[in-house]
């Protein structure tokens, strides 16, 4: 893989904000986690110092997508993306508006291919649907470019993340619109766990990280649902706000916890910087999360 993913769609992640992780045992019963991201190191020599990361919650950095894909020498699926031959046939904002979200997520995967011709391909759908929807090329374009010269920055990310949506979401308020900025978020939340789950999730052979990834998702679907709920006066919002629910039930059967005194939360920067956690989380659970997913997008694709 010659080149590395340099940007993100940045409109349809930013409504995405921290949520406090669970930081405790529970004092009843000791749980027996079936996945653990802490590494052999970490619990089993005290002499080893275990290196901390930081965690966005709801964003995962493009170096981090990178680094998956490579790490599992995942090839390119050209049948994954939405088709760009669908984008005429959204004649509806809410479909347009869900579908401009999904195609910005199949740019970024493209471009982490380096796929040339698909690049322009799919970034001319993004700004077609964009124009469609009646919102400025330069909310999208400036920062992306600018996410050319600084992608592993996470506060760079995270800076351009909250402006450029903020931009998106003021020109849509003033045209009395913002149920469309939640649609898209919605469509770019959706395809990017319909990504993960469908490429990078190998059920004969789980990846603890991709799991990890899924299994995040947790804390991000309780973040878009209370940034949803903000738009319903709009019935196609409410419509898939319940999807999302039903959804919900699945991430909500399992726990994620945190070791005493490992760690640390940044409400500034929204980040959570630990060594790892222990998670609850069945094969059986991702599978029914990656399942669901896929019928979900499929009918969100679906003209």
């Not at 699926?77 to 508006?97: C, G, H, Q, W």
Request: hydrophobic share 35%.
């Amino acid at each position: 893989m010659k080149n590395v993913l340099k940007t993100l769609i940045l409109f349809i992640i930013a409504a995405l904000t921290l949520t406090t992780c669970r930081n405790e045992k529970p004092v009843a019963h000791v749980v027996k986690p079936s996945f653990s991201t802490y590494t052999f190191d970490t619990i089993g020599n005290s002499q080893a110092q275990p290196v901390s990361r930081e965690i966005l919650y709801g964003l995962i950095t493009p170096t981090e997508v990178t680094t998956i894909f490579t790490r599992l020498r995942t090839p390119y699926n050209e049948l994954i993306t939405n088709p760009i031959s669908n984008r005429n046939l959204y004649t509806s904002n809410s479909k347009a508006s869900i579908n401009l979200g999904i195609y910005g997520v199949d740019f970024g995967y493209i471009k982490m291919f380096g796929i040339g011709q698909k690049m322009i391909n799919y970034i001319q759908t993004v700004l077609e649907m964009s124009n469609k929807l009646g919102i400025p090329d330069k909310y999208l374009m400036e920062p992306i470019k600018r996410l050319e010269r600084d992608n592993e920055n996470p506060d760079t990310i995270m800076a351009l993340v909250n402006k450029s949506y903020k931009q998106i979401e003021d020109h849509l308020r003033q045209d009395g619109r913002e149920s469309t900025a939640g649609l898209m978020l919605m469509g770019g939340w959706v395809e990017a766990l319909y990504i993960t789950s469908q490429l990078l999730y190998d059920p004969e052979k789980p990846d603890k990280q991709v799991i990890e990834k899924i299994a995040q998702q947790k804390y991000t679907l309780n973040s878009l649902l209370n940034f949803m709920r903000n738009y319903y006066d709009d019935p196609v919002v409410v419509y898939y706000t319940k999807k999302l629910i039903f959804l919900k039930r699945y991430f909500d059967s399992f726990d994620i916890y945190f070791k005493i005194g490992d760690l640390k939360i940044d409400f500034n920067r929204k980040v959570i910087i630990a060594s790892g956690c222990d998670m609850t989380i069945s094969k059986e659970t991702v599978e029914k999360i990656r399942d669901y997913c896929k019928k979900l997008r499929t009918e969100m694709i679906t003209p």
